[in-house]
C-alpha cells in the first residue's frame, strides 16, 4: 500500500482567554499577534480571525479578551 506523507509541521500559539481558557491556533506568535492588534484597531466587534489546532477548524476571537499569547506546544 501507499504510505502516508508526513505532515507538515505547523507553529502553534496559545491564546489565553479573560475566562481562563486557552485556545491553541495554527499560526506564528508574531502572526497571532499582528492578527489580534489588526482586530482590535478595527471597528468595535471586529474578532480575528484564526484556525484551531488539532482540529482545522476556523475560530473568531474578540482581541479585548485576551489576556496572553505565547508559542503554542508543536
Do not use: F
Not at 53 to 73: K, S, Y
Amino acid at each position: 500500500g501507499k504510505s502516508k506523507p508526513d505532515q507538515v509541521s505547523v507553529a502553534t500559539t496559545m491564546i489565553l482567554l479573560v475566562t481562563g481558557i486557552e485556545v491553541e491556533v495554527d499560526a506564528s506568535l508574531d502572526k497571532v499577534v499582528k492578527v489580534l492588534e489588526d482586530a482590535s484597531r478595527s471597528s468595535a466587534g471586529t474578532l480575528a480571525r484564526l484556525t484551531q489546532a488539532g482540529t482545522g477548524d476556523p475560530i473568531a476571537i474578540n482581541a479585548a479578551h485576551v489576556v496572553a499569547v505565547r508559542p503554542g506546544n508543536r
